[in-house]
């Protein structure tokens, strides 16, 4: 905990924060698939190539939880983030083989207190995961539960 | 392999197809937290006791595996299905906690032939989650690219 933690008040409209990597083994994407996915292409070399993804490739649900810790480990581990109501948009835009290391990035779209609790705001990241060529493996927009240092008291600066 | 294998011709707009069971225990939801989502209230009981979720509650992307495995077995598995492009709209409406059973089911929304791809179908499914009280814990929905048994020739057929 030797680093400052965010609140509320920290993550400005626009503010882009970098993840480090994860390298993706194809262990990993196996015993993944196995407890979660077992779809054949997320099972087997042979199957994945005879597959729309082209190789073993990572269950979707998979690279939902590898950016997960590459968020919390960027950014949501020191912060006042209590939780998420959900996730609009998700693409899966280009399959995550085995030996594919991810990085990425999340960026502050749009931010709000709650009127219905004054200590609280939804703020609304677009999370991008990126392989080590630079493409877009995944993103979406997801509102995120960050309480603030400050609570808002005014009534004028709680509304709208 | 027993059952009959669905292709896109199979989903008919408004079929609803029912999931099995799952229980989810306090040692799963802690080695998926462990993993991918450590966040205290996913890890500890009393640290969930004084989070928003009252609990020890899974990450809402542990839910999302306990759903891909639940849809798996109910209809993925016995299908043309392919793979999907993302999601819509997902929810995490309610927290699941240790010792909760989930089941639910998916709900085949729309349905199109691919322009470019006149083999391939893509379903639009809401997918439903459900606690033992049947209450909704999550919903979402999510696009399939599914295969069709007899690809459609006429050009009529596979445009608009």
Request: proline letters at 5%; aromatic letters at 8%; a negative charge.
């Amino acid at each position: 905990m030797a680093d400052k933690i965010r609140a509320y008040e920290d993550f400005d409209v626009g503010l882009s924060i970098p993840y480090g990597k994860k390298l993706v083994t194809a262990q990993e994407i196996i015993r993944f698939a196995d407890q979660f996915d077992p779809q054949p292409m997320h099972l087997d070399e042979e199957a994945g190539k005879e597959s729309l993804l082209g190789g073993l490739a990572a269950s979707g649900w998979h690279t939902c939880g590898i950016f997960m810790r590459l968020a919390y480990d960027a950014f949501i581990k020191h912060s006042t983030a209590q939780g998420a109501p959900g996730v609009n948009e998700l693409r899966w835009r280009l399959p995550v083989m085995a030996g594919d290391e991810l990085t990425g990035f999340s960026t502050v779209m749009e931010k709000r207190v709650l009127k219905s609790r004054p200590n609280m705001g939804l703020i609304t990241f677009r999370h991008v995961v990126t392989n080590q060529r630079g493409e877009i493996a995944m993103d979406m927009e997801n509102p995120i539960l960050i309480a603030l240092r400050n609570p808002v008291t005014g009534q004028a600066e709680a509304g709208a």
